[in-house]
């Protein structure tokens, strides 16, 4: 033992408090680990960010002997096993990114009880030898992490995690905690099957990740939109922009970095060492910007990814929760920004259409895509839309989505105007796209229109009560709404659906969403120079920057990523804060006892220096 753990001898509170410094247990943990402790197996299913590693490594410390964790991805298990040992705990990691020689170490300090928690690949656990080195050794509990990743139903199913079956059967007596952030019904079922947890207590705690803001905004030009959200509410923050190209990740990429950011782009087309790079510098530096196709994220844990912004809409809303849920992990406010627009409509619709699936196939995909053109065009809630289609109901709306904050989302009737707007498609020849067509209904006599004899029409010219963009998002609503449909050859060019006929004819009310111009320049706080939603009074701002410097010299130090040593949230509270003495710090969550005595006396120096 290390000497920092007594088994048996401390409640869960008391160790959460001594080791890792936090005064209260988040949602189910207690139940959890009073459930782990007491030898119980159990099914967790937590959002990201939820606090499910306290769920195995507390019970590991509680009981007598070695935790051990499966985990799926390298990176993941040398980030955890960093910050165990920063909080004082005897952890270590055997995969095949070890220099030789090392595993023999690991295996002896495992074997001599040495140990609180072991982290294995599956792939090692499935070795002949390593199932002989676990009967060999004092085992507290398996906890087995991304448990998704053994069901074919899951999206990122991983065949060395079919063997994880074998730990039950070989070790019936040891609890065995499987964890997840998404699990639906299907999912979770083969994760009992396969684990043998069939008896399992399953604590789910639903889908919300409450400090996400939500946000879509019109698209028009995507890009500076960007930069100005960024500018206003994120000027010195670490973050993702997902694109949907290669080509829009790296020229976004390099226009971000020409405009003063740290931005770096990833996609599976760049060379793995840059890959490799770019994601480290991600992880190890403070304010990089990753600007990546869908290829990035998966086992990115940095917990202070402030925002994750779509540049293009996602596929799916699955995708979406996805690619959002890697913002604030660490529990403080996060952004998540889209911009949507036409292109975007465009496209989804295209790759339900494509002809290379079968029929059922296509139903199912075009539901999918259906719903997230929904959470896009919604005036309601945005939260409750997309917990919704997890089968999530909530009465109130949340209050933390653009919609909940600003009152300026509205809907309007729209039906004589999409009536025009249909007829202008209809009287075009159904070939022509939302530009022609605006410009057909504004009575832009451009020279193509004029060429085409459309400014001859009787639809030119009639749309008079909007302007252009208002034209634009009645025709991209339309779409949305199916009464529009992309021509066949994806030409670009929109033809009338069957439904158009019924809105013509005036047998159906339409209703739109009314774009306001909110979203430009708009800030949903008023300081913006902190983390986001963070607000700071200027003199805590100023010691949270200086701390936050110290902390970055003190990770290259060590090598370490910044968030291992301290997380936003505990340099933020004690730039609040302002302890004068060791005491006062070590009442900080986040600041257990190894914490306090490694790092105390330079904290209370960096409060110093800052007078
Ligand atoms: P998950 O694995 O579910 O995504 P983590 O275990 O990484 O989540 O925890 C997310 C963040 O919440 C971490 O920064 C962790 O330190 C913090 N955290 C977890 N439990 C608590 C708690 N009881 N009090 C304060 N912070 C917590
Ligand atoms: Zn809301």
């Known amino acids: 033992m290390d000497g920092l753990t007594q088994p048996g001898t401390e409640t ?41 590693s306290l769920c195995y490594q507390l019970p590991a410390l509680l009981r007598p002997g070695l935790g051990i964790v499966v985990s799926p991805l390298i990176a993941l298990m040398k980030d955890q096993v ?60 398996f906890a087995i992490d ?4 053994i069901s ?77 959200f960024l500018r206003a509410e994120h000027p010195c923050d670490a973050g ?24 770096l782009p990833y996609h599976a087309g760049l060379p793995p060492e840059t890959r490799a790079l770019h994601q480290e510098r991600f992880l190890h530096e403070e304010g990089v910007i990753v600007v990546a196709t869908v290829a990035f994220g998966m086992g990115i844990n940095k917990p202070n990814v402030r925002f994750v912004a779509h540049l293009d809409a996602p596929k799916n809303l699955e995708a979406y929760y996805q690619e959002t ?57 945005r939260r409750q839309a997309l917990l919704g289609y997890f089968g999530e109901r909530r009465d109130e709306p949340c209050g933390n989505c ?63 009560e909007l302007d252009a963009r208002g034209w634009m998002s009645v025709i991209r609503q339309l779409l949305a709404q199916g009464h529009l449909a992309p021509d066949p050859e994806g030409h670009g060019g929109l033809m009338l659906a069957p439904s158009a006929r019924k809105v013509l004819r005036g047998e159906c009310e339409l209703r739109f969403r009314r774009e306001t111009p909110r979203e430009r320049g708009r800030s949903r706080k008023s300081g913006g120079k902190a983390a986001a939603g963070i607000v700071l009074d200027p003199a805590a701002e100023a010691l949270w920057q200086k701390l936050r410097a110290w902390r970055l010299d003190e990770a290259k130090r060590q090598e370490l990523p910044p968030y291992v040593i301290f997380h936003d949230a505990t340099l933020v509270e004690v730039a609040r804060r302002r302890p004068g ?31």
Request: glycine share 10%; aromatic share 6%; net charge neutral.
């Open 402 to 464: 653009d919609n909940c904050r600003d009152p300026g989302a509205e809907s309007w009737d729209g039906t004589v105007a999409a009536q025009k707007a249909l007829s202008a498609v209809y009287r075009t020849g159904q070939r022509f796209g939302a530009h022609h067509l605006v410009d057909v209904l504004t009575g832009n006599a451009t020279d193509r229109v004029r060429q085409l004899a459309h400014d001859k029409l009787s639809t030119f010219g009639i749309g008079g």
């Open 146 to 149: 991304e448990a998704h990743c």
């Open 152 to 228: 074919q139903w899951g999206h990122d199913f991983r065949r060395d995690y079919q063997g994880l079956g074998v730990l039950k059967e070989q070790f019936p007596a040891t609890p065995l905690i499987a964890l997840t952030a998404t699990a639906d019904a299907p999912t979770r079922r083969d994760i009992a099957v396969r684990l043998h947890l069939e008896e399992a207590r399953l604590f789910a705690a639903g889908y919300d990740r409450p400090n996400l803001f939500y946000r879509v905004v019109e698209k028009r030009s995507a890009r500076e939109d960007l930069l100005r």
């Open 581 to 611: 003495s060791l005491a006062a710090l070590g009442d900080i969550p986040g600041i257990g006892r190894s914490k306090l005595d490694r790092y105390g006396a330079a904290l209370l120096a960096v409060l110093r220096d800052a007078g």
């Open 12 to 52: 869960p509170l008391a160790a959460l408090q001594r080791v890792f410094g936090y005064p209260a247990f988040r949602g189910q943990q207690q139940q959890i680990v009073e459930h782990v402790v007491a030898g119980g197996d159990a099914i967790v299913l937590m959002p990201t960010g939820g606090g499910k």
């Open 240 to 263: 993702i922009v997902y694109c949907l190209t290669r080509r829009a990740v790296e020229e976004t990429a390099s226009w971000l970095s020409a405009r003063g950011r740290e931005a």
């Open 325 to 381: 849920g890697r913002a604030g992990r660490d529990g403080l406010p996060a952004d998540a920004w889209m911009a949507y627009g036409m292109a975007d409509v465009m496209n989804l619709r295209r790759l339900t259409e494509a002809a290379d699936i079968g029929e059922q196939q296509r139903r199912i995909e075009r539901q999918k895509s259906e719903a997230l053109i929904g959470f896009c065009e919604t005036v309601g809630c």
């Open 82 to 141: 960093d910050a165990l040992r920063q909080a004082g705990v005897g952890a270590a990691a055997l995969n095949s990114g070890l220099p030789p020689g090392e595993s023999g170490a690991i295996e002896r300090a495992a074997r001599n009880g040495e140990l609180d928690l072991l982290y294995l690949s599956p792939e090692r656990l499935a070795m002949a030898h390593c199932l002989d080195l676990l009967r060999r050794c004092r085992l507290a509990l």
